[in-house]
């Protein structure tokens, strides 16, 4: 094992630094993020930093940089207060990291990387169509990282459109067997292959496997 | 697609709306996290909220539901200000859902399912020497998220410990061929397989592969 430490952390290049630390926590979600701005020019970005904050209510938290390219998607958030997030299907992977270019304002990136902007009930901000599990989020809360200036917005979910045969009777949602990939640092995209479900952990007590969809 | 709202969410039972939310929300990291008491007692359990907040200084966020079965844990991260987050690999993942039992304060969860401590220079937590990717952190902040009652805790990255030829000339770590695996929900497990990893995006320029180590 090599063996690191804050010395160490501090002598690393900027760019290899952000790699390491991104690639070094594990595998995440990725979504592409869609939002509106107050004249309904739409906007898409490809995110990795959502996470579950709790079921009752719903919420999910997500990490904004403020001074990065996903500001057009927080200034649309903060004007209308609601947004999109997609899970990001295997088939679109490249499509969906091309989100992350610079594109000027008057670009959509739905029409720029080839997504489809679609709408459910009444909810204000595009969903895209290609994806298999998305989710309308309403902006209730934003707390500020004052150690390194990033904020963490945190929604609740207002709206879920699910591939109808990917819900199990228990509500497990099977993303892999929707076709969602995961993804590792900024950059790596990654198809998923179940092992199992366990039941229930109790000590002293064999684990046994659960059914999926 | 199946669409559903609040009015929907409200009338979910209370295990189907926390299976559904959590595994809704896409691929997830997860780690044993390892600590010691006051008195050297150690504990271990699993956890599957940590995010990345940034890398200079490098800082991860965890999730803290304080009463729930985690509250071991972090009752040891507030007495000693430290923990440590360590991948699991998948020859490991049932012994690794097994900690999340509800074992007597008496006993640790490292000789209860099968994990040997280890520490590295003066880190003061123990790591968990079965895994690949072993991190320490010292707790520098917590958010009291007031919607929900959980808490975000804020670790720096101080000490990693990581397979040698995992880690890229470019700092990426291939926690892939390290063997680690991604979660969905509370008990579900996934090994990967890498689809890319994409350059740079930018307008109007095809994408090409990035090697990995």
Redesign the interface.
Known sequence: ??????VD?EQ????????????????????LVGTANGEGKYNLSIFN?????????????M?I?PHSVERHTWENILETGFYTLN?VP?AF??QA???????SRE?SEFD?CGFTPVF??DFPAPFVAESP???GLKL??Q?H????D?I?A?G?????????DC??L???????KAG???C??L?????????????????D?P?HE?P?P
């Open positions: 094992m090599k063996i690191l430490q804050t952390f690393m290049e900027r760019r290899y630094r952000a790699a390491f630390f991104n690639t070094a926590g594990g595998f995440k979600p990725v979504h930093s959502i996470f579950h904050l709790g079921a009752n209510p719903p919420l999910w938290g990490v940089r899970a295997e992977f490249r990291h091309q989100t992350s270019a610079k594109y670009v720029a459910h009930r599990v998305q989710i209730v809360d707390m990282v004052s150690l390194n990033t963490i945190v609740q979910i207002v709206c879920v459109a699910v591939q109808e819900v199990g228990d509500g497990y949602v099977d993303i892999e969602a990939i995961a590792t640092g950059d790596a995209y990654h198809r998923t292959q179940r092992l199992a479900r366990l039941s229930y952990a109790k000590p007590t684990l659960i999926t």
